[in-house]
């Protein structure tokens, strides 16, 4: 029943939200995710030892029940969706913002689409809320984004379209290959594609790869992300960067390593040299931004392939790390962007050049910074660190050839990640204060927001076992 | 008692959590005390330690277990302390030095207005260094590892609104960066090889288990390590963030770059010399790049104007001696040699702030002069120290060096004369920092000669304590050709095996001590006769090459550092934008394009699209009854 609830609340709540304007919509999104939150925590306490599922007849004629499943990853990212979109309600609490109904509303229904990706356990109900996740999140950046937002969302839009509609035929063509009477669900799609000869599994590879690739994005997929990032307003920047790519990640996953492994073995090494090329390549463009949102859109470009050149050298410990660090990504992300947007908010820019003087005029804005920063570089003891550990333990681990290559030149990006990062924190945090800047320091409403990211940060770091029990059963299951 | 060792590092944690919580509320004198009490309390449970791990009935190390860090899989790192006695050592070094430089710092940073931020940073820094000492496997040392670079990140970006500082903060971390990559690189290996990361089991395994590659398993992960190494302890080539480090607040840099932080280094090859016995080849490149970074920093330390510039060369120069020590295989002499450099190193750090506390903040050496008249004591612990780093007979420098130099020439009589070089010139060039600043007339402004005063108590004690060590701390390792009984080396070797005892006969012994110390007295009288007036003549030729550090910085600045920037501009701007971006947008535009011309079928006559229509079901009635199957 939590399945259901999970998925429910946010979609009701987001369409009541509509009818609503002022606090009121505001104060009913925060009690909507706290709500749903509690619920991912439920969840959590339990998938960690065993699945739950759910399951009613949905079209039968087309072979589709509306199934559910609440093993350890998906709590795991439904845990992570709660608690990112309940920091983002919470830091938004008094910003102004236009039709506070509708965007509220929009922002529930992004987050229900986000928890059925997440919780599918038929693959129509997949694709269903996959594009349930899309399109709100497409309304909000063309409503509420910045000057060039029209063509940024519009390339977006199409970009991701054509990639869910290839995904969609590669899906309806797997149902078509099950025993019996055509079935999405997730066992016999599983089924079905694993027993395709390897040949067929590698086109089908292809079309299926493409939605998770843009989405995720993998080098070069992926030159609609900082574009998007520029424009949108932060906390839809929040649900694409912290939650809309663990999308990707997570049907890769799902729905590719069970479904098409012939297909995953074929093309694996190209995808891990292409996630590799990713890392470095968005490394070095985001040493030479001056803009900080298209900075962190690069680097999440990099974060994201370390991640994906992991699966794709599959070993116990890099699939565990990438639990682990969608996860942390997530949080660590979510930090950086409210912070952004708090810089934004007051200096007015988002230009580096123009910052300087945080660490005077905002003590308490800039030691977060700091600390958030370190937890995206990976420092020891930050929950950063111990995905990342463990996935370039994964990668140097892996059967492929050349897996020292693979993990040295990927561990190339930790110093180019140190060298952004730490350029960042210098421009924004240290040096003179500007003139003409608000010098206002955090709020009550950002101060608790940030608190959870970090004590999130710091505990995780410190102490992952939680993290790595409750999705140790699913590598299981991935791995074989 | 052992089984407290967990209190050592909490003490300085709380301390940190207080300072750090408390910033805006706490007033300067209670930061000062919180953070010197913890590091007092964590020095106290030490000792303690220090005594049980020495007296005869400690057998082996002490584990104690913490909690489970990473468990995946066959992947098992715990969170555990190792209690031994070569990580017991390493406390009290930490401890004590550290709190020595806590409780000067109280006086040191008293009128700054960040100082309960100064002694929060400095008691996490201490808690980092404890983990890396005490931590039972690779991952624990790297957790301490990183963490004391990013204490010294925060600490020599201390003054955060001068620019120059934080980007000698960025330098040093990214530098650090690098070396950890290889550390990172070595702890893979060793995790496929072997399966674990603590140092008993991979120990255990490495003479039996030979790994993938055979016997160049152990060189490859050895090299690796040491890069780690290479970048913590400021070797060439990344050696180049030490010297900028001096931006911080001089104790800092008494104690994190120059006592502590820096030694990480030789305290991990010393760890791992089961390892590195079994790498042979591995022990050339560290005695090598040791000895090259010996002479080298020796060399600039020679024409630096900036006292703390002098103290940094020479600290590079003193860590290649310790590694040129590992490279010949006498480990136990590398952490003599640790122990004797951390006094030392500590009381001129600390009496170089003592005297940059009286200059009103110059540091230019020849800006100076005649101090000593006003500044007796801060004058005469300095000159201790210089005699101790110079190896004269009787103060502790003179043992350690000696015994490395010993080592090194029973390894190789040529590595021995380059060494014995790189000793003259430390002699050379510390009693020319000594002669420039103590000695001979006043040459600043009159202004700070009316300020000129001795530091406080607080300031002054330390250096006293500091050194009485710098000449006592020698004596625990007596030459064999005096004693038998060398006590810090008996002392550490349950833990650490030198790779090959040397005996030499007893003249050779006696011989190669005289030429040391009879050169270095010769080099310290030239350095009085030279350096009685300092010339501001601009230097050319060699000199110049000197003064600029030869030119380093502005090669990797121009070899690396230009060329990445340049690289990433130009993947930015034509690979990005125009290459692949312009390409989803042609895609985009074809498409457009190719609309363009279907919509003129939309011709708008009914008659056309029925027409259209009826092609399609044909079609659709073609595939379904002749069999076009997909």
Redesign the interface.
């Known amino acids: 029943m939590i399945l259901v609830l999970l998925i429910l609340i946010p979609l009701l709540t987001g369409i009541l939200s509509f009818s609503i304007n002022g606090n009121g919509a505001k104060n009913l999104a925060l009690l909507s995710t706290l709500a749903t939150l509690v619920l991912s925590v439920c969840l959590s306490c339990t998938a960690g030892t065993e699945s739950s599922y759910f399951n009613v007849p949905w079209i039968p004629n087309l072979g589709t029940s509306f199934s559910l499943i609440g093993d350890g990853m998906s709590s795991m990212l439904c845990l992570m969706t709660g608690i990112v979109m309940l920091v983002v309600m919470i830091v938004n609490r008094n910003k102004e913002v236009e039709k506070p109904g509708s965007f509220y509303g929009l922002m529930l229904l992004a987050q229900a689409g986000l928890m059925g990706v997440f919780l599918a356990y038929d693959a129509l109900v997949f694709y269903v809320f996959w594009e349930l996740a899309l399109i709100p999140v497409y309304f909000l950046c063309s409503q509420w984004g910045g000057e060039k937002r029209i063509p940024a969302t519009f390339?977006f839009f199409?970009?991701t379209f054509v990639g869910s509609l290839m995904m969609l035929a590669g899906l309806i063509y797997l149902s078509t290959q099950t025993p019996g009477i055509n079935s999405y669900s997730w066992p016999s799609i599983a089924h079905a594609g694993a027993s395709l000869p390897p040949a067929q599994q590698v086109w089908l590879f292809c079309l299926i790869f493409v939605a998770f690739a843009i989405k995720m994005p993998i080098f070069?997929f992926h030159?609609?992300q900082p574009d998007t990032y520029e424009q949108s307003p932060t906390p839809v920047t929040i649900i694409l960067s912290a939650l809309m790519v663990k999308m990707g990640m997570f049907g890769v996953l799902r729905w590719l390593f069970p479904v098409l492994p012939a297909g995953v073995a074929y093309w694996g090494n190209t995808v891990v040299v292409l996630s590799i090329i990713g890392i470095i390549?968005a490394s070095?463009?985001a040493?030479?931004?001056a803009d900080i949102k298209r900075l962190l859109a690069y680097s999440s470009i990099a974060h994201m392939g370390l991640m994906c050149a992991a699966a794709f050298s599959p070993s116990?410990?890099g699939i565990?790390?990438i639990m682990v660090q969608m996860f942390n990504h997530g949080i660590n992300i979510t930090g950086m962007w409210v912070i952004v947007s708090m810089i934004e908010n007051r200096w007015g820019t988002r230009d580096m050049t123009k910052m300087g003087?945080m660490?005077?005029s905002a003590p308490q804005m800039a030691i977060a910074l700091l600390i958030i920063s370190?937890a995206s570089i990976g420092?020891?003891?930050t929950n950063g660190?111990?995905g990342e550990?463990?996935l370039?333990?994964g990668l140097?681990?892996s059967a492929s050839i050349y897996h020292?290559g693979f993990?040295?030149v990927a561990?190339?990006g930790?110093?180019l990640g140190?060298?952004y990062t730490?350029?960042m924190v210098?421009k924004v945090?240290?040096?003179?204060t500007r003139e003409q800047v608000i010098n206002k320091d955090l709020d009550v409403n950002e101060y608790i927001g940030l608190a959870i990211i970090i004590a999130i940060i710091i505990f995780l770091g410190v102490?992952?076992?939680p993290l790595?029990d409750l999705t140790?059963g699913v590598?299981n299951t991935l791995i074989h | 008692m052992t089984q407290l060792v967990y209190l050592i590092p909490l003490f300085p944690l709380i301390g940190f959590l207080i300072n750090g919580l408390g910033w805006r509320t706490i007033p300067k004198t209670a930061a000062g005390i919180i953070g010197s009490l913890a590091i007092l309390a964590s020095f106290v449970v030490s000792v303690g330690i220090f005594f049980e791990v020495n007296s005869p009935s400690f057998h082996g190390p002490v584990l104690v277990h913490l909690f489970d860090f990473i468990q995946t899989g066959k992947l098992y790192i715990p969170f555990t302390f190792q209690v031994d006695a070569l990580s017991t050592l390493f406390l009290l070094i930490i401890t004590g030095v550290g709190f020595l430089i806590h409780v000067y710092s109280t006086s040191y940073m008293h009128h700054d207005e960040g100082m309960v931020k100064y002694f929060a940073f400095l008691n996490l820094f201490v808690f980092s260094m404890l983990l890396l000492v005490l931590g039972a496997n690779y991952l624990v040392m790297f957790i301490g590892w990183e963490g004391v670079g990013l204490c010294s990140y925060l600490l020599i970006g201390f003054w955060f609104k001068n620019r120059d500082y934080t980007n000698a903060a960025k330098k040093a971390f990214v530098m650090n960066r690098i070396g950890d990559l290889g550390f990172l690189v070595g702890m893979m290996m060793i995790l496929f090889n072997y399966g674990t990361l603590s140092y008993g089991e991979f120990f255990g395994k490495l003479g039996t288990v030979p790994g993938a590659l055979g016997e160049n398993t152990y060189n490859w992960i050895a090299v690796c390590l040491f890069i780690g190494a290479i970048g913590k302890s400021a070797q060439i080539p990344l050696y180049t963030w030490l010297p900028d480090a001096m931006a911080g607040p001089t104790p800092v840099s008494a104690l994190i770059h120059a006592a502590t932080m820096v030694t990480a280094g030789i305290y991990m090859i010393a760890r791992s010399s089961v390892l590195y016995n079994l790498a042979p080849f591995t022990l050339h490149i560290v005695a090598i790049i040791g000895l090259a970074t010996a002479i080298f920093a020796a060399t600039v330390a020679i024409k630096q104007y900036d006292i703390k510039k002098v103290l940094a060369y020479s600290t590079v120069s003193q860590l290649g001696f310790m590694f040129l020590a590992l490279g010949v295989g006498a480990y136990t002499t590398a952490v003599f040699h640790v122990m004797t450099h951390a006094f030392f190193k500590a009381l001129l750090f600390l009496g170089s702030g003592s005297v940059i506390h009286a200059m009103g903040g110059e540091q230019d050496i020849r800006l100076m002069g005649g101090l000593g008249k006003k500044m007796r004591i801060t004058q005469i612990t300095f000159l201790i120290g210089c005699l101790a780093i110079s190896g004269i007979p009787g103060f502790s420098g003179f043992f350690s060096k000696d015994e490395i130099l010993a080592a090194t020439y029973a390894h190789d009589p040529i590595l021995y004369y380059m060494a014995l070089a790189a000793a003259m010139m430390t002699a050379f060039y510390m009693f020319r920092l000594y002669f420039l600043t103590f000695t001979g007339k006043f040459r600043g402004t009159h202004d700070q000669e009316h300020h000129l005063h001795e530091s406080p108590s607080a300031m002054t004690i330390p250096l006293i304590v500091l050194a009485i060590l710098s000449v006592v701390g020698g004596y625990v390792g007596l030459p064999a050709v005096i004693s038998e009984h060398h006590a810090l080396a008996s002392y550490l070797s349950p833990v650490v095996s030198n790779a090959g005892e040397h005996h030499m006969a007893a003249g050779t012994e006696w011989l190669l001590m005289g030429l040391s110390s009879g050169l270095s007295v010769v080099m310290i009288i030239y350095a009085f006769t030279a350096n009685k007036v300092p010339s501001f003549v601009p230097n050319t030729g060699l000199a110049k090459l000197l003064e600029n550090k030869w030119y380093v910085d502005e090669i990797y600045d121009a070899v690396i550092v230009r060329p990445l920037a340049a690289l990433s501009g130009l993947l930015d701007k034509f690979v990005e934008k125009s290459g692949i971006d312009g390409i989803v947008n042609g895609v985009g535009k074809g498409v457009r394009y190719g609309s363009d011309r279907i919509r003129m079928l939309q011709t708008g006559q009914v008659g056309f699209y029925i027409f259209v229509m009826v092609l399609g079901i044909v079609a659709l009635f073609a595939i379904t009854f002749f069999g076009v199957k997909l």
């Not at chain 1, 945090?429 to 003179?432: D, T, V």
């Open positions: 390339k199409v970009y070069p030159t609609w390549y070095l463009i040493i030479v931004q116990n410990t565990h790390g003087g660490a005077t370190f420092l020891p003891l660190f111990v550990f463990m370039f333990t140097f681990q020292i993990m040295v561990a190339l930790v110093i140190a060298v730490l350029n210098q945090a240290y040096g003179n102490y992952p076992k790595l140790a590598v």
